[in-house]
């Protein structure tokens, strides 16, 4: 069995319904989910599941394990999930300012992203700069504001993978590393910024990130230039 990811296709969804897979001690694999399990950079969501909260989630092979602190349901029962909201936007929120700042930054200098992660309104990303441009973090800020002002939609497909193999966008952004296991690529279009294949949680168009502010810039070694964020109201 393989737990169906219901954040991939809604990514506002709070609250399912789902059957127990599998109990091992404190964790339950489910059917079916909501809750994001740490990955891409991006960390798990926290919620509640029945009783209990829950205050891991991961992906081991097909299936989805969510740690719990409270009763764990049994093996074959139905329980109810629920997605600690604040969290979750906070992190759609925070995703999408990255995606953002990718693509102004390709762009606006041609620099690709080398790594990256997130916390709910805080965020590191590396590029390949060497060295950064004089004012750089003022005016990429300024660029970045000026697109989540845009309020350009973010468009969720689901592509074959020689279609998305074939898409010049996503082979930038190294579509090419997904395992070969993997039959359709999951694409987040910014429309007309930044298009990436990308299993996380995004908000529905730029406006509603709020604004960007650069905290901190720093070099990590040669072609390789650290950005910090933090995400704030607008």
């Known amino acids: ?4 990811l219901l ?3 809604d990514a506002y969804l709070r609250e399912f319904d789902a059957t127990v897979a599998a109990v091992e001690g404190d964790r339950a694999a489910l059917d079916r989910t909501a809750f994001y399990p740490t990955g891409g950079g991006q960390p798990h969501d926290t919620g509640t599941l029945g009783d209990a909260r829950v205050t891991g989630v991961k992906k081991e092979g097909d299936l989805v394990w969510h740690t719990l602190d409270g009763p764990v349901p049994a093996e074959g029962e139905t329980v109810h999930g629920e997605v600690e909201w604040d969290r979750r936007h906070a992190l759609m929120r925070t995703h999408t300012a990255l995606h953002v700042l990718c693509g102004v930054i390709w762009n606006r200098w041609g ?4 790594g990256g992660n997130m916390e ?5 990303m590396d590029f390949e700069f060497d060295p950064l441009p004089e004012g750089f973090g003022p005016e990429v800020e300024q660029l970045v504001n000026d697109e989540l002002a845009a309020a350009r939609p973010v468009a969720v497909s689901f592509l074959p993978r020689r279609e998305a193999l074939a898409d010049e966008d996503l082979i930038r952004t190294k579509v090419n590393l997904i395992p070969e296991s993997v039959t359709e690529i999951r694409v987040v279009d910014i429309v007309g910024l930044d298009k990436q294949a990308d299993g996380g949680t995004h908000v529905a168009d730029t406006s509603e990130v709020g ?3 650069v905290t901190k810039t720093e070099s990590k070694g040669k072609g390789n230039k650290r950005i910090r964020i933090r995400v704030v109201d607008a």
């Open 111 to 114: 620099k690709a992203v080398t």
């Open 7 to 9: 954040y991939l296709r």
């Open 120 to 124: 709910p309104l805080e965020a590191r």
């Open 211 to 213: 604004r960007l502010e």
């Open 1 to 4: 069995m393989a737990t169906e």
